[in-house]
């Protein structure tokens, strides 16, 4: 799809948010940042491709120190920057965009379980974008809002009061994105039932829960036979000697068991991600459910995203 492609209310947005990217741009070049936040704004970010969420930065932070730069501009002569720039498109694209940002940070924040989150949160997406105003709702349930106003420079109930066309086109689209891009695992649906808090699976179809319970069957079947195969070689194979003995004791606290208990003595941030304490949950029924326990802990060990891993590499050059 073409910007020739797109209805001229559209054409509109991306134009604002091109010359949010140029004034940033301006912003950084000649050394900006300073001063705006010496006159109580925040630093302009700029955006990257390669990072999901340097958009929304880049107009939160434009929107957030609106007043001061133009201020600035004004007195470097250089207001053209600023003066065609629309305000209520750059606030209602925020509105739009902040659920998504509070769905990565959530899934990339803490060290706990995060797999289960992907499904959680591509359905809520789906159903936040439905409406402009069940957007601002989730906004509002979701995200301190009330803290992040006072930095807009305006009024941000007028300007976010209606949904504008060019707004709209945008939200549409990343519904119609959303849904074709992500393709959820049946895993991330594993995941989901694992969890204590969401097992009863709530908004997803009678088959996906069935297709789950049919895997996760499947999969405890695999681990008890060979768990049974396991024990069938051990009569059969030679004792251990008290070396290797003394070796399995020295690394049972890098064991799952021992790394749960760890986790959760530690657990005390209060992330979204980290209410959730399978250790606790899975030691207390791991003598009744002793396969579903092992399996639990094989899918939970899976990152929902690789963010955190690559950021490491990056860090080291």
């Known amino acids: 799809m073409s910007v020739d492609d797109v209805p001229p209310e559209t054409r509109q947005v991306l134009f604002a948010m091109k010359q949010a990217k140029k004034l940033v741009k301006y912003v950084k070049l000649v050394g900006l940042n300073q001063q705006v936040k010496e006159n109580g704004g925040v630093t302009l970010y700029q955006s990257t491709i390669v990072r999901w969420l340097s958009l929304c930065d880049l107009l939160e932070s434009v929107v957030k120190s609106f007043k001061i730069i133009r201020k600035l501009l004004i007195g470097k002569e250089k207001q053209r920057l600023i003066i065609d720039l629309n305000l209520q498109y750059l606030k209602q694209l925020c509105t739009i965009l902040k659920p998504f940002k509070h769905a990565i940070v959530s899934i990339q924040i803490g060290g706990a379980p995060s797999l289960y989150l992907a499904s959680m949160h591509y359905a809520a997406l789906k159903d936040v974008l439905q409406s ?10 979701n995200i301190d809002v009330k803290k992040e106003n006072r930095s807009f420079d305006d009024s ?147 990152p929902a995203t690789r963010t955190n891993v690559e950021r490491e590499f990056s860090a080291a050059g």
């Not at 105003?133 to 906004?139: C, D, L």
């Not at 049946?186 to 996906?208: C, G």
């Not at 999969?219 to 195969?229: D, L, S, T, Y």
């Open 156 to 302: 941000t109930d007028d300007d976010l009061e209606q949904e504008l066309p060019g707004i709209k086109w945008f939200r549409e689209r990343l519904l119609v994105l959303l849904t074709e891009m992500i393709v959820l695992d049946i895993r991330h649906v594993a995941a989901t039932f694992l969890n204590p808090r969401y097992r009863s699976l709530k908004k997803l179809p009678d088959y996906v829960k069935e297709q789950c319970f049919q895997y996760i069957r499947r999969k405890i079947r695999q681990i008890r036979e060979k768990q049974a195969q396991q024990q069938h070689q051990t009569q059969f194979s030679e004792p251990q000697n008290k070396r290797l003995k003394v070796e399995k004791d020295f690394f049972a606290r890098f064991e799952s068991a021992s790394l749960s208990e760890e986790f959760a003595d530690n657990n005390t941030s209060g992330n979204e991600t980290e209410e959730y304490d399978y250790s606790t949950f899975g030691k207390k029924h791991q003598e009744t459910f002793p396969f579903l326990s092992k399996y639990a802990r094989s899918i939970l060990s899976i």
């Open 132 to 141: 402009f105003e069940s957007v601002k709702k989730y906004n509002e349930e």
